[in-house]
C-alpha cells in the first residue's frame, strides 16, 4: 500500500506549523485559523538551481565586490520615492490593498514606462484574461512592444515563460491566485503563496529581474495569507484609499533599499492614476476654510503616521443634560479633555453639547490625538478657527500638561511632507532628533498655553 503523504496543520495566519490541529494558535494566538495542507516534496521545490543554472555558493567576504545599486526611475515620481529612488533590478516589492483600489491599474502604468525606457516587461494575471488587461491598456492609452501580457496561474509555467522570454521586470497578478505544482492544498493558502513568493524570489534574485507582486489585503488590513510573506519580500507597499472616494495612498510599510514611511499620492481618473504633486492641496480642499472646531492630527495607525482632521461641534445644551457623541473617537477619552479643560483652560463647557468625529471614517484610539481634540472643541467654543496649515500633537495630562508621545520624527515628518506649516508638539519631544526644514516647530508645555498660542 502507498504511504499516505505526511500532512501538517498551518496556521492561516501566521504560517505555523503543528503536526495535530490546534484550536488556537500557539504562536500568533488566533482561533480556528489551522488547516491541514499536505507537506511539499522536499528535494523538488528547495532546489537552488535556478533556471539560468547558475548556483550561489559561500564566499569570503573580502573578494565580494559591490555591485552598484542601479535604480530605473519611471515617470511617476510619487512612485519612485516610495520605492526609495527607483526600480532596484533584481528585488522582490510587494504591493498590498484592497480589491478595486487600483493595485493593477498601477502596476499596469508602471510596466508601460518601464517599457518606455527600455525594459522588457512581462505582466502576468491570475484575475483576468489577457483581452481584458490589453482592453484596460488602450484605455490608459499604454502601449510598446516588447510588452507582454501572459494569463497564467502556474507558477512553473510562468518560470518556463521568465526563461524564455527573459524580462527585466514581472509583475504577478496576484500571489492567491497562483499555484504551485508541488504542493496540494489550494491557491491563496499559506503552503502556496510561500511556495510561489520563494519560486519567485529566486527567479528575481538570480537572474536580477525585478518582480512586483501583488497580494489582497484582509478585512484586518493584513495582507492575506501569511505575514512571511511580508518578510520574504525586499520591499512592502500598501495602497490605500476609499472606495469611494478619488484619492489613494501608496505607502511603503517595509524597504531593503530605502526609508520607509515614504508616501506617495494618487489621484484615480478616468485615464488611470495621476500623480498629485501637491498632497496638502488634498487634504485642504476637504476642510471648509475659516471654518471653526476643526484641527488636524499626526497620528499613527500601527506602524504608519496618517493626518486626520479632528472636527468638533459645541453648541449650548438647551434642554436637560448636555448631549456628547464622538464618532471615530474613544467617548471617555473626549469627556476627560473636556473636564481639563474646563478645570486647566477655563472653558465652560458644562452647558454645552459636544459633537465630534474623526473625518474621514477612521477610528483612532491613542494618547497623542488628545491636543487635537482638545484645540478643535475650543476652536469651536471659542468660535475662532485653527489656521488649515497647523498639525497637533500631544497627549494631555490631568494637570492640563502636555505629555510626550511616541514616534514623534514621523509624525512631524508626515505631517512636512503633506504641506503643514506649524506643528504643535510636546515640548518634551523636541530633544534628540532633527526636525524637518520646512515645519515651525511650537513646542507647549500646558494646554492653557497651547490654545494661547494657536488662537493668538
Ligand atoms: P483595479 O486596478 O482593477 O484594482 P485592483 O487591481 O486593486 O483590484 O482598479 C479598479 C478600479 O479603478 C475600478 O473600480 C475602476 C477604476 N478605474 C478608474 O477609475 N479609471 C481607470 O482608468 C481605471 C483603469 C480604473
Ligand atoms: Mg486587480
Known amino acids: 500500500m502507498a504511504k499516505k503523504k505526511a500532512t501538517v496543520f498551518v496556521c492561516q495566519n501566521c504560517g505555523y506549523e503543528s503536526p495535530k490541529y490546534l484550536g488556537k494558535c500557539p504562536s500568533c494566538g488566533s482561533w480556528n485559523q489551522m488547516v491541514e495542507e499536505k507537506l511539499p516534496d522536499k528535494t523538488d521545490s528547495r532546489s537552488r538551481v535556478t533556471i539560468s543554472g547558475k548556483t550561489s555558493k559561500a564566499e569570503p567576504i573580502t573578494d565580494i565586490t559591490i555591485e552598484k545599486e542601479e535604480r530605473v526611475k519611471t515617470d511617476l515620481?510619487?512612485?519612485?520615492?516610495?520605492?526609495?529612488?527607483?526600480?532596484?533590478?533584481?528585488?522582490?516589492?510587494?504591493?498590498?490593498?484592497?480589491?478595486?483600489i487600483g493595485k493593477s491599474t498601477l502596476?499596469?502604468?508602471?510596466?508601460?514606462?518601464?517599457?518606455?525606457?527600455?525594459g522588457k516587461v512581462l505582466y502576468v494575471s491570475g484575475e483576468e484574461s489577457a483581452s481584458q488587461i490589453k482592453m484596460r491598456a488602450?484605455?490608459?492609452?499604454?502601449?510598446?512592444?516588447?510588452?507582454?501580457?501572459?494569463?497564467?496561474?502556474?507558477?512553473?509555467?510562468?518560470?518556463?515563460?521568465?526563461?524564455?522570454?527573459?524580462?527585466?521586470?514581472?509583475?504577478?497578478?496576484?500571489?492567491?491566485?497562483?499555484?504551485?505544482?508541488?504542493?496540494?492544498?489550494?491557491?491563496?493558502?499559506?503552503?502556496?503563496?510561500?511556495?510561489?513568493?520563494?519560486?519567485?524570489?529566486?527567479?528575481?534574485?538570480?537572474?536580477?529581474?525585478?518582480?512586483?507582486?501583488?497580494?489582497h489585503v484582509t478585512k484586518e488590513g493584513a495582507i492575506a495569507g501569511p505575514r512571511m510573506l511580508e518578510h520574504m519580500v525586499d520591499t512592502v507597499l500598501y495602497f490605500e484609499g476609499e472606495r469611494h472616494h478619488t484619492f489613494r495612498i501608496l505607502r511603503a510599510v517595509k524597504n531593503r533599499f530605502g526609508s520607509t514611511n515614504e508616501i506617495g499620492i494618487f489621484e484615480m481618473k478616468n485615464g488611470g492614476l495621476e500623480e498629485v504633486l501637491n498632497p496638502s492641496q488634498l487634504f485642504l480642499e476637504e476642510r471648509l476654510s475659516g471654518a471653526?472646531?476643526?484641527?488636524?492630527?499626526?497620528?499613527?495607525?500601527?506602524?504608519?503616521?496618517?493626518?486626520?482632521?479632528?472636527?468638533?461641534?459645541?453648541?449650548?445644551?438647551?434642554?436637560?443634560?448636555?448631549?456628547?457623541?464622538?464618532?471615530?473617537?474613544?467617548?471617555?477619552?473626549?469627556?476627560?479633555?473636556?473636564?481639563?479643560?474646563?478645570?486647566?483652560?477655563?472653558?465652560?463647557?458644562?452647558?454645552?453639547?459636544?459633537?465630534?468625529?474623526?473625518?474621514?471614517?477612521?477610528?483612532?484610539?491613542?494618547?497623542?490625538?488628545?491636543?487635537?481634540?482638545?484645540?478643535?472643541?475650543?476652536?469651536?467654543?471659542?468660535?475662532?478657527?485653527?489656521?488649515?496649515?497647523?498639525?497637533?500633537?500631544?497627549e494631555i495630562g490631568l494637570t492640563g500638561e502636555i505629555r510626550r508621545v511616541s514616534k514623534i520624527d514621523q509624525r512631524v515628518n508626515e505631517a512636512a511632507k503633506l504641506g503643514f506649516k506649524r506643528v504643535f508638539l510636546p515640548k518634551n519631544n523636541m530633544d534628540g532628533w532633527d526636525f524637518p526644514e520646512n515645519i515651525e516647530i511650537i513646542g507647549c508645555t500646558t494646554l492653557a498655553d497651547a490654545i494661547r498660542r494657536a488662537f493668538s
Open 77 to 100: 515620481t510619487e512612485f519612485n520615492r516610495v520605492l526609495g529612488g527607483g526600480v532596484v533590478p533584481g528585488s522582490l516589492v510587494l504591493i498590498g490593498g484592497d480589491p478595486g
Open 107 to 118: 502596476l499596469l502604468q508602471v510596466s508601460a514606462q518601464l517599457n518606455q525606457n527600455g
Open 138 to 215: 488602450e484605455r490608459l492609452e499604454l502601449r510598446g512592444s516588447d510588452f507582454y501580457l501572459y494569463a497564467e496561474t502556474e507558477v512553473s509555467a510562468i518560470q518556463e515563460t521568465i526563461e524564455e522570454l527573459k524580462p527585466d521586470y514581472v509583475v504577478i497578478d496576484s500571489i492567491q491566485t497562483m499555484h504551485h505544482a508541488g504542493i496540494d492544498s489550494a491557491s491563496g493558502s499559506v503552503s502556496q503563496v510561500r511556495e510561489s513568493t520563494s519560486t519567485l524570489m529566486q527567479i528575481a534574485k538570480m537572474n536580477d529581474i525585478a518582480i512586483f507582486i501583488v497580494g
Open 292 to 394: 471653526t472646531g476643526s484641527a488636524v492630527v499626526a497620528a499613527m495607525e500601527g506602524t504608519r503616521p496618517i493626518l486626520v482632521e479632528i472636527q468638533s461641534l459645541i453648541s449650548p445644551t438647551v434642554f436637560g443634560n448636555a448631549k456628547r457623541t464622538a464618532s471615530g473617537l474613544d467617548y471617555s477619552r473626549v469627556s476627560l479633555i473636556m473636564a481639563v479643560l474646563e478645570k486647566r483652560a477655563g472653558l465652560l463647557l458644562q452647558n454645552q453639547d459636544a459633537y465630534l468625529k474623526a473625518a474621514g471614517g477612521v477610528k483612532l484610539d491613542e494618547p497623542a490625538i488628545d491636543l487635537s481634540i482638545a484645540i478643535s472643541i475650543a476652536s469651536s467654543y471659542k468660535e475662532k478657527e485653527t489656521r488649515p496649515t497647523d498639525c497637533f500633537i500631544g
